[in-house]
């Protein structure tokens, strides 16, 4: 009896993975991921300060430029709870709110004085300099946590480093 079962001569095996160099592969895939997660929640922390920062120039920014425009006193104020930075903030001439900011996840945001500040309608801060530390809520390094300062003439600008 003729054998009827297919074969196939050996140039011509079937392509493809073998189930060993597909597990070798997830394995090496785990290893290089797990090396690399600490970095990346690193980098996630820094950019969440970079962002949140930047977010604070930009409202100090529209806060003085609105003073200027209304020819009006405009305030930017704190609306987290308790009068915290980190839950956002809200620019407002008067009773007419301009934009609002925030809230902030894994930050913390340390005013040196206040929950509120005004500027007049000449673009300089009623109560003088004004600076915001913000920095990640944990593992803060002087390398990751930013300084927004507003100054006496309304200029703002950010540094690296803690706030001095």
Same mark, same amino acid.
């Given at each position: 009896?003729?054998?009827?079962s297919?074969?196939?001569?050996?140039?011509?095996?079937?392509?493809?993975?073998?189930?060993?160099?597909?597990?070798?592969?997830?394995?090496?895939?785990?290893?290089?991921?797990?090396?690399?997660?600490?970095?990346?929640s690193?980098?996630?922390?820094?950019?969440?300060?970079?962002?949140?920062?930047?977010?604070? $120039?930009? @409202?100090l920014?529209?806060? =003085?430029?609105?003073?200027?425009?209304?020819s009006?006193?405009? #305030?930017? +104020? &704190? %609306?987290?709870t308790?009068?915290?930075?980190?839950?956002?903030? $809200?620019? @407002?001439?008067?009773?007419? =709110?301009?934009?609002?900011?925030?809230?902030y996840?894994?930050? #913390?945001? +340390? &005013? %040196?004085?206040?929950?509120?500040?005004?500027?007049?309608?000449?673009?300089?801060?009623?109560?003088?300099?004004?600076?915001?530390?913000?920095?990640?809520?944990?593992n803060? #390094?002087?390398?990751?946590?930013?300084?927004?300062?507003?100054?006496?003439?309304?200029?703002?600008?950010?540094?690296?480093?803690?706030?001095t």
């Open positions: 009896m003729p054998n009827l297919p074969t196939l001569p050996a140039t011509q095996r079937a392509a493809g993975f073998t189930l060993i160099e597909l597990m070798v592969t997830v394995i090496v895939l785990v290893i290089v991921v797990s090396m690399a997660a600490p970095a990346m690193q980098l996630i922390s820094s950019q969440r300060t970079r962002n949140a920062a930047a977010d604070l $120039a930009s @409202a920014t529209l806060t =003085r430029s609105e003073a200027v425009n209304r009006a006193t405009t #305030t930017m +104020t &704190a %609306s987290g308790g009068g915290s930075w980190t839950g956002g903030w $809200a620019v @407002a001439a008067g009773t007419a =709110r301009i934009r609002g900011y925030g809230p996840d894994g930050i #913390t945001i +340390t &005013a %040196s004085s206040g929950s509120s500040l005004a500027i007049g309608n000449d673009g300089r801060p009623i109560a003088g300099t004004q600076t915001f530390q913000v920095a990640p809520s944990t803060a #390094t002087s390398a990751t946590t930013l300084c927004v300062q507003l100054g006496g003439t309304g200029r703002v600008t950010t540094v690296n480093g803690t706030c």
